[in-house]
């Protein structure tokens, strides 16, 4: 590429009337158009959709067409522009400062100042300013840009007006613009990837009232596959709890991804939900006896849900032709794999399971490879990446609030099954027994796992996985599955450990009809290896999910994060070993479980503050100040406790007085 300063035109040289306008810094304008030193008149598409339309409008304007560029917002293009622009400026600057001296310099101070009135003004104003939801709790990225609302201004203006949701709004006239729901509207795609910029739209996605219904559905699948593995405990029945739970949980998933990946909020959209959550229900009430007889119907509503699906995205690239590669490609990554699933109908055990295994490897990561090979890694062939880039343009992105906030609601559906677990009923005069005991130590567990997911690991949050790197994100999506699996299967085990009565204290008389019946004399090794192995492996998995996000830095801080998350993990290591001590009754295997996992949390409650700080209270301190310029520690303590401001600019230009001032000011 060349170098875009080379044509710039030298110092001195006249600029066109009118070529510069003065443009202003408030939140929420973009500069639309501009022109370069010499005379190309530069206008800014704020999307691919945009982009081509300029293209076409002013492409025909032959006698012009020499004298414009057209450059996406973001683009290395757009950056030279005004890079090569903002250069000639400068020079400009720098002539008139060498020609008039103090008067510039004048005029260049009133011009700032006047600048930070405006935005001053212009925050304080009737006009509110909005939070940007692209650079919120979850981080900043460079590679994220807005779709503009309809209601945008024209690409002809020069600068685009601020948010229109700052404006004053007509509540009167919007009582009078009701909207009705339709059976079928065309689908928008929320947000895409376009030549490596993610493009989404700038309203707040709201979760809608059919995905929390989904949720609810959820709980009695969660419930149904967790108690029929805790009821027998062995290795097949653990090998039919995962198969059914990864199952029933891409169902989950996949409507999920659906509603974030489309717009479309009409009555056919409720029934396609309505008819997924059919097959779920069909596919639920098959999974106890999977293994021995129903397992052909189970795969058969599989199936169903799943080459629904595909017909759905064949739908969908139909109606939407920009991302039309890509959702072909999604479509066959859901139809492809129901083959692997027929076929392990006429295959017996224990070769059944080769198929099983390989179609849900190829269900969980066929869409994740699939998004990989339209990203054209460098370490693929030249060829095909020309080829991805030439057919498949668009592809469909995440909607990171969304996924966090859905994939959050599944977390707490599972630690809300392990606190539902616990409950019993007593029939003792005075409650307070070993059951009791039980109880609470696994109520204090599971308030310490949803304190460390929710809290500890959200806590400093400085740019979340999903948006930290394409692998960071894999590793946070695919540790939430077996954290989530072996969460329910470690609180289904613990249901049964708080009422069995192997231990002191613990008459199977003072419980209450059939829990009285459920009662265990002792604990099966198959219990302890479910509920141990089970901890352990979402303690680790969180540990996973913690290390791929990226945290502030907290200066003097007790324990840095990783060394908190290699405690985590010894932690799980050493709840994972507790099944070989066989002499622990149910008490005690969850008295020193639950310790252990206290104990790590407060290794991450102590360990995040600081040395210097008090732990228990806050308590007043001095102040102290630490900066590194050039100014005595007298003159710096004497302007403090005067109440004068430091121009930082003013120290910078003098250049004397003592360099790295360090004064505590009482």
Not at 51 to 58: A, M, S
Not at 194 to 210: D, I, M, N
Request: glycine share 6%; net charge negative.
């Amino acid at each position: 590429m060349e170098d875009p300063l080379r044509e710039t035109p030298a110092s001195g040289t006249v600029t066109p009337a009118h070529h510069y306008p003065h443009i202003g810094h408030h939140s929420g304008r973009r500069l639309r158009q501009f022109f370069t030193p010499d005379g190309r008149r530069v206008h800014v598409a704020t999307s691919p959709d945009e982009f081509e339309h300029h293209k076409r409008r002013l492409s025909s304007i032959v006698e012009e067409k020499d004298q414009f560029d057209i450059v996406l917002h973001g683009s290395q293009e757009h950056v030279e522009a005004l890079r090569e622009t903002h250069a000639h400026h400068e020079r400009s600057r720098e002539q008139l400062r060498a020609k008039h001296g103090d008067l510039i310099d004048e005029f260049e101070r009133i011009h700032r100042d006047l600048d930070a009135l405006s935005n001053e003004l212009h925050n304080i104003s009737d006009h509110a300013v909005q939070l940007d939801a692209n650079f919120s709790k979850y981080g900043y990225s460079a590679h994220l840009r807005t779709r503009d609302s309809p209601n945008a201004s024209s690409a002809n203006s020069l600068m685009e007006p601020a948010d229109d949701s700052s404006s004053q709004r007509d509540w009167d006239a919007e009582r009078r613009q009701g909207q009705t729901m339709q059976f079928f509207r065309k689908p928008i795609l929320r947000q895409y990837f376009h030549k490596g910029l993610l493009w989404r739209a700038q309203e707040t996605y709201e979760v809608a009232s059919y995905e929390l219904f989904v949720d609810l559905f959820y709980v009695g699948i969660i419930a149904i596959s967790g108690d029929g593995a805790a009821e027998e405990a062995t290795g097949q029945a653990l090998l039919r709890f995962a198969v059914t739970f990864v199952m029933s949980w891409k169902f989950w998933s996949d409507i999920s991804t659906a509603i974030a990946w489309f717009d479309a909020d009409d009555i056919l959209r409720r029934l396609s939900v309505l008819f997924i959550l059919t097959c779920l229900l069909g596919l639920t009430i098959n999974m106890a006896a999977s293994w021995d007889t129903t397992w052909t119907p189970l795969v058969a509503f599989y199936i169903a849900g799943r080459w629904f699906g595909s017909l759905y995205y064949l739908w969908m690239a139909y109606l939407v032709p920009m991302a039309r590669s890509s959702m072909i490609g999604i479509a066959m990554c859901n139809f492809l794999p129901g083959f692997l699933w027929v076929g392990s109908i006429y295959v017996d055990e224990p070769n059944r399971e080769a198929l099983i295994w390989l179609g849900l490897t190829v269900d969980m990561f066929g869409i994740m490879t699939l998004m990989m090979i339209f990203r054209g890694w460098s370490f693929m062939p030249l060829w095909f990446r020309d080829w991805s880039k030439k057919h498949v343009e668009f592809y469909p992105g995440a909607n990171i609030e969304h996924k966090i906030e859905r994939t959050g609601a599944f977390v707490t559906l599972v630690f809300g099954y392990s606190v539902v677990a616990l409950l019993y009923q007593s029939s003792a005069k005075v409650g307070i027994n070993a059951f009791f005991g039980k109880a609470v130590l696994g109520l204090v567990q599971a308030f310490a796992f949803n304190w460390l997911y929710f809290e500890v690991d959200s806590f400093n949050l400085h740019t979340h996985a999903i948006r930290r790197h394409v692998f960071s994100a894999m590793i946070w999506g695919s540790s939430h599955l077996p954290f989530t699996m072996a969460f329910v299967l470690a609180g289904a085990a613990l249901s049964k450990l708080v009422l069995a009565h192997d231990n002191p204290n613990a008459d199977p008389h003072d419980l209450f009809g059939s829990y009285e019946e459920r009662s265990l004399p002792e604990i099966s090794n198959g219990l302890r290896w479910y509920y141990c192995a089970g901890l352990a492996i979402a303690l680790a998995c969180m540990s996973f999910i913690s290390l791929a996000h990226i945290y502030k830095e907290i200066p003097n801080q007790r324990l840095s994060k990783p060394w908190r998350t290699v405690v985590r993990l010894a932690i799980a290591v050493v709840i994972l070993l507790l099944p070989l001590t066989h002499r622990l009754n149910s008490l005690e295997l969850i008295a020193i479980t639950t310790s252990l996992v206290v104990f790590a949390l407060v290794v991450e409650l102590v360990g995040a503050s600081c040395v210097h700080d008090p732990f228990w209270m806050e308590t007043k301190r001095h102040c102290t100040y630490a900066a590194r310029c050039h100014i005595s520690k007298k003159e710096l303590a004497a302007r403090t406790k005067g109440g004068k401001l430091i121009d930082v600019e003013e120290l910078a230009r003098d250049g004397k007085g003592e360099k790295g001032g360090y004064q505590e000011i009482l």
